[in-house]
């Protein structure tokens, strides 16, 4: 699969831009605040139906303006694809996929896998839980459709226990009302759990091997799934929290307090890796994700490098190029503030390329090689 063209009306940082690709390395250059990132988050939007670093869609729309469209033209299994995305702030957004709406945005979820490697991953070391549910419900939802589905259906079975818990106080209580929406957590969050931790147990040995090739094997790196599901059942850790919850006006247990608990030689990473480690866990945990997809989809997803190569010696950039440019891995579009850089790598990549330079949200074409 790869991105043959995109188009970009008031996204972001950008007014109007249309751009070709190559089916295979595409790399921006410019230098910080140019735009080089908002050209990535427009390629993962149209795979995600969400910006990778804003939530808020009223605050994509470039400036003043009252609408964004994206539209991408993809080859997909050797069939054309197109997908379009309009958002208006009165309206909302729309996706179709080749003039046809879909029903529910989630449709579209895992259509056009996408892998993102970006600075703002270092969230995943340094951040709480949260993040790290989050990398999991963005991965997982890529290939299942079953989990994404859960994961809705439990949210909503948890703000409607964590609303009734602050509505009803002293003796109007009601254990039964409590009951069957423990039903459902229960009902949901086993299915997510048992995802999460079939999911988790098939990434580590890929991951420990990245990370192996990208840093010439001088560490042992672990991830480790903890969950309170792990070794006790649900519905009793709901039953016998009951009382603390009510104190506390939220829920304390169940499969949103999940975490993965991320080591390098046996601690933490957070506390013992250095600023090249950290980097480097991170982009073996991407790459992981990547060849993951690859297998589970059958279909290699887009791999989006935002500025990683800083605080990576050279060893690593170099193993790091080795990498992407292997035939196991598709299109790629890497950003980068160092144009030297970004010649010397791909002068060690053999394969076809576009250059492109981004200049106050312009990109022009720079180079390219068949």
């Known amino acids: 699969m790869y991105l043959k063209s995109l188009t970009i009306i008031n996204f972001k940082s950008f007014k109007q831009q249309e751009l070709e690709f190559d089916s295979k390395i595409n790399c921006f250059v410019g230098n910080n605040g140019q735009g080089k990132t908002n ?215 169940g499969i949103h307090r999940d975490d993965i608990v991320l080591n390098i030689d046996g601690y933490p990473i957070r506390r013992e890796g250095s600023q090249g480690q950290q980097k480097t866990y991170l982009i073996a945990l991407k790459l992981a994700q990547f060849d993951f997809l690859s297998k589970v989809s059958e279909i290699k997803p887009l791999l989006l490098l935002d500025d990683i190569f800083d605080k990576l010696d050279f060893q690593r950039v170099e193993q790091l190029i080795r990498l992407v440019a292997h035939d196991g891995f598709g299109q790629i579009f890497i950003t980068d503030t160092n144009k030297n850089r970004i010649d010397e790598i791909l002068s060690r990549i053999h394969s076809g390329y576009r250059l492109f330079k981004v200049e106050s949200a312009e990109v022009s074409l720079l180079g390219e090689k068949s």
């Open 39 to 253: 050209l990535l988050d427009a390629i993962y939007y149209l795979s995600m139906c969400k910006s990778a670093f804003n939530p808020n869609d009223n605050q994509i729309v470039n400036h003043d303006e009252s609408f964004f469209v994206l539209q991408g033209r993809y080859s997909r299994r050797l069939i054309d694809e197109s997908i379009y995305c309009g958002f208006k702030r009165t309206e909302g957004k729309v996706f179709r996929r080749n003039g046809k709406d879909y029903e529910r945005l989630a449709d579209h979820i895992g259509f056009l896998p996408v892998v993102m490697v970006s600075p703002a991953d270092s969230a995943l070391i340094e951040e709480s839980g949260e993040e790290r549910r989050k990398y999991m419900n963005s991965v997982i939802s890529q290939f299942d459709k079953i989990y994404l589905d859960e994961i809705m259906r439990y949210n909503r079975a948890l703000a409607q226990r964590n609303s009734f818990l602050k509505s009803y106080k002293g003796s109007t209580f009601n254990y039964d009302i409590l009951e069957a929406i423990d039903e459902q957590l229960v009902q949901y969050g086993k299915i997510i759990h048992a995802k999460r931790h079939e999911f988790i147990g098939e990434l580590i040995p890929i991951f420990q091997e990245y990370y192996s090739r990208v840093s010439g094997g001088a560490e042992v790196v672990s991830l480790t799934y903890r969950s309170q599901l792990n070794n006790n059942d649900l519905h009793e850790l709901l039953r016998a929290n009951v009382d603390k919850d009510r104190a506390l006006q939220y829920t304390s247990v």
